[in-house]
């Protein structure tokens, strides 16, 4: 029952334990649409919540662009750059209604999404993990 209980505690401590080198610096790149960022849900789920659970909690490192990119930096040699040095690419979909439109919407225009989604379909060097944010609930 205790192993039951401490779950996630000993996942996170023998991923500590058994770090695997492999040159990547972030455990993900988190793409998410930039015009809808002005959304209260998106904007607290992108500063707040999903670094303290990932960062803080579990021990993941996060590339978010908007907080880790330098200023003056070529936006499209860091993206390719940053996804390179990434394991998994974290895609935040939004609710369309709030940005104009309806259903979910993932951030197709982004130059970021674009890259992720040829590094993981054609060069199939990067893991997709897709994340709904709605109204204050996430859904995976």
């Avoid at 029952?1 to 996170?12: E, N, P, R, T, Y």
């Avoid at 993941?60 to 394991?87: N, T, W």
Wanted: aromatic share 8%.
């Amino acid at each position: 029952m205790a192993v039951k209980w401490f779950a996630i505690d000993l996942a996170l401590l023998f991923r500590r334990a058994r770090r695997i080198e492999d040159g990547k610096v972030y455990d993900a790149y988190v793409v998410y649409p930039r015009e809808c960022v002005c959304e209260n849900a998106l904007s607290v789920f992108l500063s707040f919540t999903l670094p303290a659970v990932l960062e803080d909690q579990c021990g993941y490192k996060l590339f978010i662009h908007g907080r880790d990119d330098l200023p003056g930096e070529d936006q499209a040699e860091q993206v390719e750059r940053c996804m390179r040095l990434s394991r998994r690419l974290l895609v935040v979909m939004t609710a369309v209604g709030s940005c104009g439109g309806q259903g979910v919407a993932p951030p197709l225009e982004e130059f970021d999404w674009q890259m992720g989604v040829h590094s993981a379909l054609v060069q199939e060097t990067i893991s997709v993990i897709v994340v709904q944010v709605e109204d204050g609930h996430t859904h995976t």
